[in-house]
């Protein structure tokens, strides 16, 4: 069985007495240390398949298998440690707090590994290093630009050693050179780690970079 396998994920919403489909009955493999892509039009259901994948949110049919186990099936508080220590988050903005230092910010996740705080201090200082910020640790997001601010947001998502990255439109509110940057990081990361990566995009260019590609609409996984 491969690492990852998605079998006919369906997600409905009820809004008033109308019933939308998000997800419409998606199955995809994934082998561990892929990076693919999902492209697609706004509205086309990518964000609510990865926050599917991620834990976020649970499907109304289907299974997401991850080395077997089905994650729809855990309680609260055994889906909460599977996202905590298996996925790392990246958003289409940073999401920092404004009130924590870059290195604090890094660390929020090290919450789930409280008698760690030395451990995780030292792995946030080299995980900045890594992603070229080492030397603002102490700086707050009002006195990063917006590509040092997603480089913390990276330093963040990897802190737990996660095994899968789920980024959705992480370069979306960027300039095309630091875009490029931070691509060539995600691509770095997948590379000398072999962190399973899934980005979410509506930008082809973007998509390309990815291993394997594929293509929803309406819901569907439609061509690759």
């Known amino acids: 069985m491969s690492f990852l396998h998605i079998e006919n994920l369906t997600k409905k919403y009820r809004v ?7 997800v419409d009955n998606v199955s995809l493999s994934i082998n561990k240390g892929e ?13 609510t398949l990865v926050s599917i994948i991620g834990g976020i949110l649970r499907p109304t049919a289907g299974r997401v298998l991850l080395e077997g186990v089905d994650i729809c099936t855990l309680d609260d508080n ?11 988050f ?8 404004p009130i924590l230092t ?11 590994k409280p008698g760690q705080k030395t451990e995780n201090d030292k792995i946030a200082r080299d995980l900045m290093e ?3 910020i080492g030397d603002k640790l ?24 996660p095994d899968i990255i789920l980024a959705d439109e992480p370069t979306g509110d960027l ?35 990815a291993q394997k590609k594929y293509r929803m609409s309406k819901g569907s996984i439609v061509g690759i």
């Open 16 to 22: 008033d007495h109308a019933t939308f489909i998000g």
């Open 35 to 47: 990076f693919l892509s999902i492209v697609g039009h706004s509205g086309s259901g990518k964000t």
């Open 78 to 88: 055994r889906l909460s440690e599977y996202r905590a220590r298996r996925i790392g």
């Open 90 to 97: 990246m958003f289409q903005f940073a999401s920092l707090l």
């Open 102 to 112: 870059a290195k604090e910010n890094v660390l929020l996740p090290g919450i789930f």
């Open 130 to 132: 890594m992603v070229g």
């Open 138 to 161: 102490d700086s707050y997001p009002s006195q990063l630009s917006g590509g040092q601010q997603r480089r913390v947001a990276i330093a963040r998502a990897l802190l737990n050693n």
């Open 175 to 209: 300039d095309e050179e630091t875009e490029a940057e931070i691509m060539h990081l995600l691509e770095e990361i997948n590379r000398e780690q072999g962190v399973t990566i899934i980005l979410i995009t509506h930008n082809l260019g973007l998509a390309g970079k």
